[in-house]
């Protein structure tokens, strides 16, 4: 019989051995791969097509985003209206984004329903119209929004922070202002479209509870179109702006500031990558880390401020982010600095790296839970052109990793002198 009057034993999460689970590989008629798992309860799928067409392709500002977007605005056959009506009958969503270098349709739907809705989502990349109109009320939008998010400090902040670490011209420090969206045409996205969608490049990823025909159903669905496999290459050149210290006024009414303090970091390839990890999470990457205890907690500067390494295939940043009150920015900052200079100088203690050791576990263990996360996870690998191995790697160096090796990497990354500082008021 069991005893209650004895608690149960309380793991820590790096006690658990954590598996990832394996996918399925289909190839379909064109080449195109296509990575399924099949787990979970519910009779419920998500489908993601990850084209190599984000804003690293563009040739003008706005574009890509542009034409990610229009690609539920109207076909030859139907209208954006009746795209958007043929999904919601049968309770599905369908979402598009676009990113540096990717853009993705994305399909949520109960597993019957799958041969209903691919065929829509093969007129979508295959016959998009991009309607004038359609553009017309986007580019409306797209300026009023602008100009809302123009008012507000930290969005301005993010923008620039990119733009002084990469450059303006590099993908990742470029940003669009008004006069981008005025600039475009249908043509330009008929352009873009026939290239890197028709004729681009992709890969496809499924997770849920799959039909037995999966593969029979989306091989006649997109196994014979013209877009190919792989990802498609391509070098940008860095050139980050020589100053680096900012200080901007935007709104002269505001009671904040924002304040982002950034470098640039090797990406996951790197071998201080998953080192970095670790970390960043006692630095700035949760809710018990360093700057927060400092910043928020003792001395009430901000609610929040966190420290991530951006997720990039070529070059990455360490960003420092948070808003404070404009009397405190400076203090804020200094503080900022001071948090680094005790990493440099200091063991982090045994309990600490516990702590983070079992949060960074506890978030892998939260990663594996359900077929959707899983395939995020995986296709955070193929899309990085990482190994399984990299998933193993992570957690043995999250569970050995030495308060020495930290203070390392510390005096390595988290020197003021390497960081681009500002402060948006």
């Known amino acids: 019989m069991l005893n209650r009057t004895n608690p149960p034993h309380i793991k820590d999460a790096i006690e658990f051995d954590l598996k990832l689970k394996p996918y399925e590989k289909f190839v379909l008629d064109n080449g195109i791969e296509v990575y399924a798992i099949d787990a979970g309860a519910q009779d419920v799928l998500q489908m993601e ?38 999904f919601e009958y049968y309770g599905a969503y369908c979402n598009r984004t676009c990113q540096n270098e990717t853009a993705s349709i994305s399909l949520h739907t109960l597993s019957k329903h799958l041969p209903v809705l691919l065929p829509v989502i093969k007129e979508m990349i295959t016959d998009s119209i991009f309607p004038e109109e ?4 986007y580019i409306q939008n797209s300026k009023q929004k602008l100009s809302v998010s123009l008012k507000k400090c930290d969005f301005v902040a993010n923008r620039l922070i ?3 670490l990469f450059g303006e011209n590099h993908p990742y420090g470029k940003y669009i202002v008004a006069a981008d969206y005025d600039a475009l045409s249908t043509a330009q996205l008929k352009e873009h479209f026939q290239q890197y969608y028709l004729n681009g490049h992709c890969v496809i990823f499924v997770a849920g509870k799959l039909p037995v025909d999966l593969f029979k159903v989306v091989n006649e669905q997109f196994g014979h179109l013209t877009i190919k496999p792989g990802k498609q290459q391509i070098t940008n050149s860095i050139l980050p702006a020589v100053t680096k210290k900012y200080r901007l006024t935007n709104d002269p009414k505001g009671v904040q500031g924002a304040i982002r303090i950034a470098r640039d970091f090797p ?9 970095m990890m670790v970390l960043n999470t006692v630095f700035g990457g949760f809710f018990g880390s360093r700057l927060m205890s400092n910043i928020r907690e003792e001395k009430g500067y901000t609610y929040g401020i966190h420290s991530y390494v951006q997720n990039h295939f070529q070059d990455t940043a360490l960003l420092i982010s948070t808003e404070a009150g404009k009397d405190v920015t400076e203090a804020t900052v200094e503080e ?5 200079e005790i990493l440099r100088e200091e063991l982090i203690d045994e309990e600490e790296l516990l702590l983070v050791r079992n949060y960074l576990i506890g978030n892998i263990l939260g990663d594996l839970d359900g077929p959707f996360h899983i395939i995020g996870r995986w296709k955070n690998i193929i899309l990085n052109n990482l190994k399984e191995e990299y998933f193993y790697d992570s957690i043995k160096m999250i569970k050995t990793i030495s308060a020495e090796e930290l203070k390392t990497l510390a005096n390595k990354y988290l020197q003021p002198a390497d960081f681009y500082e500002l402060i948006v008021m």
Do not use: C, Q, W
């Not at 359609?134 to 009320?137: A, G, N, P, R």
């Open 336 to 340: 900022i600095y001071k948090e680094m």
């Open 267 to 275: 990406n996951r390839h790197h071998p201080d990558f998953m080192k």
């Open 49 to 86: 097509m990850v084209f190599y067409a984000g804003n690293s392709f563009e040739k003008s500002n706005a574009v890509a985003a542009t034409t990610s977007y229009m690609l539920k605005n109207g076909t030859s056959s139907k209208s954006a209206f009746e795209l958007n009506e043929h």
């Open 162 to 164: 990119d733009a002084y």
């Open 134 to 137: 359609e553009l017309s009320i």
